[in-house]
Nanobody, 122 residues
Framework: QVQLVESGGGLVQAGGSLRLSCAASGRTFSSYVMGWFRQAPGKEREFVTRISRSGGITYYADSVKGRFTISRDNAKNTVYLQMNSLKPEDTAVYYC???????????????WGQGTRVTVSS
């Protein structure tokens, strides 16, 4: 079992930055691929980014490439999402997720946090 708790969401103006954190419980954090997804009002949950177990491989959705950066600290059982140059269309609830193999589908992730809301004003 892995429990995930996100933090760092809030209200920011377009062009601004936010850093989300996701703290995981348990001693097996480094055995999971970690991902970030988001869900805007009235839309389906969508993949944002993922990071390999060691942190050496990352993958981003085209919509956030070059603006968002995922990282992880296995010693702290935490994954981060640095979001720069935010746009109003980035407004959503952001979820972190853990899975044994990862991927771009939410079905690849077994554990989910409760989400943290990000609102980008124009």
């Amino acid at each position: 079992q892995v429990q995930l708790v996100e933090s760092g969401g809030g209200l920011v103006q377009a062009g601004g930055s936010l850093r989300l954190s996701c703290a995981a419980s348990g001693r097996t954090f480094s055995s999971y691929v970690m991902g970030w997804f988001r869900q805007a009002p009235g839309k389906e949950r969508e993949f944002v980014t993922r990071i390999s177990r060691s942190g050496g491989i990352t993958y981003y959705a085209d919509s956030v490439k070059g603006r968002f950066t995922i990282s992880r600290d296995n010693a702290k059982n935490t994954v981060y999402l640095q979001m720069n140059s935010l746009k109003p269309e980035d407004t959503a609830v952001y979820y972190c997720a853990a899975g044994p193999t990862g991927g771009s589908s939410f079905r690849a992730y077994a554990y989910w946090g409760q989400g943290t809301r990000v609102t980008v004003s124009s």
